[in-house]
C-alpha cells in the first residue's frame, strides 16, 4: 500500500509557484477545498489560472483569491454570485473563459482519463465555437474540445484513508471527482481520515490511484448559498 498522507496542507501545497494552472472542485459553496485556498492566499501565489465551476462569493471560496488579485485568469461556468469577480472582467483586470457546465465537466474527465480531445453539441454555432475544429457525425455538428491541462487539482471529500480513496458526501460529489487524477498532482482535503482498508469498498467514489496527497482538513464552514424560507402561517 501507498501511504499517500502528508501531515498539514503547507506539506499538501508543496510546488506550487506562481503562474500555475489550478483545478478546484465544487459546486456553488458545495464541496470547495477550502484549507487549499486559504493556504494559496496565505502563500500569496499569483498570476494563477483556475479552473473551477464556480468564483466563490466575494469572502469566501475563490472569492478570497479575487480579493487579493492572485487569479489572473478564470475557466469556469457560473459565476454569478460573486460582485468583485464582475467588477474584475468588466474592467479588465481579469481575463474570463466562460465554458458550458457539461464542457467543462468533460474536459476535467477527458484529461483525467488522458484523452486529449473529444467532440460535443454543446456551443455550437456560438462563440464557445469560434475558433474551433468542428465536424458533422450523423447529421449533427459538434465542436472539437480538449482535455484541460493543469498542475495542481486541489478537491475536498466527506472520507479518505491513507492510501488516498475518497468518498464523497451529496451533492459535494460534483466536479471533484472529475478533477481527481486530472492535473499533474492531486490534493484531496478530507473532514476525516482513517486508516487503509477502514471504508467499505463498495462505497468509495474515488480510488487513491486518481490521488497524490491527502491530509485532514479542519474548520470547515459548510456556508449555505442562498437561503430562502417563509414565514409560518396561522
Not at 65 to 82: A, F, T, W
Not at 128 to 148: H, P, S
Not at 156 to 161: E, F, I, R, T
Amino acid at each position: 500500500m501507498i501511504r499517500k498522507v502528508v501531515n498539514n496542507v503547507k506539506e499538501a501545497l508543496a510546488g506550487v509557484e506562481d503562474g500555475m494552472t489550478f483545478m478546484l472542485g465544487g459546486f456553488g459553496l458545495c464541496g470547495i477545498p477550502e484549507n487549499a485556498i486559504a493556504e494559496l492566499v496565505d502563500m500569496g501565489v499569483e498570476e494563477i489560472t483556475c479552473i473551477s465551476n464556480n468564483a466563490g462569493v466575494d469572502d469566501f471560496g475563490l472569492g478570497l483569491l479575487l480579493q487579493k488579485k492572485q487569479i489572473k485568469k478564470m475557466i469556469s461556468s457560473y459565476v454569478g454570485e460573486n460582485d468583485e469577480f464582475e467588477r474584475q472582467m468588466l474592467s479588465g483586470e481579469l481575463e474570463v473563459e466562460l465554458t458550458p457546465q457539461g464542457t467543462l465537466a468533460e474536459k476535467c474527465r477527458a484529461a483525467q482519463a488522458g484523452f486529449p480531445a473529444f467532440y460535443t453539441p454543446a456551443g455550437y454555432g456560438t462563440e464557445v465555437a469560434e475558433g474551433k475544429e468542428t465536424r458533422e457525425f450523423n447529421g449533427k455538428m459538434y465542436v472539437l474540445e480538449t482535455a484541460y491541462k493543469a498542475d495542481f487539482a486541489f478537491v475536498k471529500a466527506w472520507k479518505g484513508d491513507e492510501a488516498g480513496n475518497l468518498i464523497f458526501k451529496g451533492t459535494a460529489r460534483n466536479f471533484n471527482p472529475c478533477m481527481c487524477g486530472a492535473a499533474k498532482i492531486t490534493v484531496a482535503e478530507v473532514e476525516e481520515l482513517v486508516p487503509a482498508g477502514q471504508l467499505d469498498p463498495n462505497a468509495i467514489h474515488v480510488p487513491g490511484i486518481f490521488v497524490k496527497r491527502i491530509f485532514q482538513g479542519k474548520n470547515y464552514e459548510k456556508r449555505i448559498e442562498q437561503r430562502t424560507v417563509r414565514e409560518k402561517k396561522g
